[in-house]
């Protein structure tokens, strides 16, 4: 395993007016308005580290995209099907343009390093081009994007700053189709699973929230990495874009039985009961 900082160049010019022209407007926010100076050092610090992470984030999403892309071909997906995934990586790497500037603003990228050999997760070996279509979209967007969806707008809707408040709303707005689009991939889908293909799917669901558990059990705030925002200001908290640890690890719960759970219950996918409830016990407060 190599890794590297988390570096990324940008080139302008004839790139960045082709990329303008597909998301325009971005260059209308607020940019050069947060003032770190504002906050004390410590919590820009973690600011930093949590706009770093979310952009690392937002990276390895346009590869799960990618991944996902290249599994629908393969399994022969409907083409407006695919037509319509086609465009989340422009999305995703507007987002990583995004979160990426905030960190700037507060002074530069957190010292973070990855692995850029990978950005997914492995695929399950032994798969039909079906089965590998059916695990992707389960992971990419029936979990991750489903529970990033409520979780962002949890923080847009506290974010008191006005440039957290415009990434965050521009986000939100592109994130809503990716969760969707799960859904309307497995309508399709469904025709062709049969009971031992759903079970094989509701394994990989139940893998992919323990993934996400951090998100809830240890009631920090939009970050998986121990960065808290406890005692600080609530006020400075929001304006730097994240939401209040309680609030956030509610909605995660929530989230997860209402927007995960129960429509993949709709298509008769259902991870084992017991242990999805010791999963969203863990840092439970009684
Ligand atoms: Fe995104
Ligand atoms: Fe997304």
């Known amino acids: 395993m190599t890794r590297e900082p988390f570096e990324l160049e940008w080139l302008g010019g004839r790139s960045e007016r082709a990329f303008r022209a597909l998301r325009p407007g971005i260059d209308a926010f607020p940019w050069g308005t947060l003032d770190p100076s504002r906050y004390p050092p410590v919590l820009v610090d973690r600011a930093r580290l ?147 293909e759903r079970e094989r799917l509701a394994g990989v669901a139940l893998d992919m929230l323990r993934m996400y558990a951090p998100f809830w059990a240890k009631l920090t705030s939009r970050t998986v990495d121990g960065v808290t925002t406890e005692g600080f200001s609530i006020q400075h908290v929001n304006e730097l874009g994240w939401a209040e640890a309680a609030t956030y690890a509610r909605t995660a719960r929530q989230t997860v039985r209402d927007d995960i759970l129960a429509p993949l219950a709709a298509l008769d996918i259902r991870p084992d009961p017991e242990a999805v409830d010791a999963l969203l016990a863990l840092g439970e407060l009684h």
């Not at 629908?72 to 407006?80: G, H, K, M, N, T």
């Not at 695929?123 to 039909?128: A, D, I, R």
């Open 50 to 196: 949590s706009w770093t992470e979310a952009a690392w984030n937002e990276y390895c999403t346009a590869a799960a995209f990618t991944s996902l892309l290249r599994a629908l071909l393969e399994a022969r997906a409907p083409i407006d099907l695919t037509g319509m995934a086609s465009d989340f990586v422009v999305d995703e790497m507007l987002h990583v343009e995004l979160t990426s500037r905030i960190a700037m603003e507060l002074g530069g990228g957190a010292p973070y390093r990855v692995d850029f050999e990978k950005l997914t997760l492995p695929s399950t070996p032994g798969l039909t081009p079906l089965q590998r279509a059916n695990e992707e979209v389960i992971r990419t967007c029936c979990v991750a994007e489903a529970f990033s969806v409520p979780m962002l707008a949890t923080c847009m809707k506290s974010a008191l700053h006005p440039l957290t408040k415009a990434v965050l709303t521009q986000i939100v707005k592109d994130e809503a189709p990716h969760g969707q689009f799960g859904w309307t991939y497995l309508e399709w889908a469904a025709n062709h699973m049969d009971a031992a």
